[in-house]
């Protein structure tokens, strides 16, 4: 009996502008330094990145406060900011194989200086009078502004930073040789 195929990972981009995110997918699976890697799409537009370490692993199983005393991961923010057992769409049960216990090592791309794609969408009438009385008392919405203009970063940029993530992985730990 052929297992059944996960479901596909799609996130509404109603009220969304035009920008670099039209055509792109909302999840890619990928193998790199022989690491699970995928992008995946939050349903507010900003892409994440992750990366599985099988069990075995001296990351695996580590919570993301523990991954921040290691030594500094090359992923976009400086830190890791998800750490987690599969649970989908942060899951390689697809075309990956079926390695059960990977743990996800992950990264978002909604950091100060990011464009979250549904910031830039038209504000709803609460929002708008919220921003309005702050500007009336000299005040900003934090981190919204930027967030709103800020860069984006594509799928092909959050997948370059999960390959650099898998090699270092692969770096700080790597498999045994092969049995001859």
């Known amino acids: ?7 596909r990972w799609t996130v509404d981009r109603t009220g969304w502008p035009a920008g670099p995110w039209d055509g792109e997918p909302d999840r890619v699976a990928f193998t790199h330094a022989g690491f699970a890697c995928l992008v995946v799409r939050a349903p507010q537009g900003h892409l994440c990145g992750y990366v599985g370490v099988p069990s075995g692993h001296p990351f695996h199983g580590l919570d993301r406060l523990a991954l921040w005393r290691l030594p500094s991961l090359p992923v976009h923010g400086g830190l890791p900011t998800y750490a ?3 649970d989908w769409p942060i899951c390689h049960a697809d075309a990956l194989g079926a390695e059960p216990a990977l743990w996800w090592i992950g990264f978002d791309c ?31 919405m934090p981190h919204e502004d930027e967030r709103r203009g800020g860069v984006y ?6 997948r370059e930073n999960c390959e ?3 090699e270092a992985l692969r770096a700080l730990h790597p498999p045994p040789p092969a049995r001859r």
């Open 1 to 7: 009996m052929k297992a059944a195929s996960p479901p």
């Open 84 to 86: 987690r057992a599969c």
């Open 110 to 140: 909604a950091h100060r200086g990011d464009l979250v794609p549904a910031l830039r969408a038209p504000r709803n009438q609460v929002a708008a009078e919220v921003a309005a009385l702050l500007t009336r008392l000299q005040m900003e």
């Open 153 to 158: 970063r594509t799928v092909e940029a959050v």
């Open 164 to 166: 650099r993530l898998a």
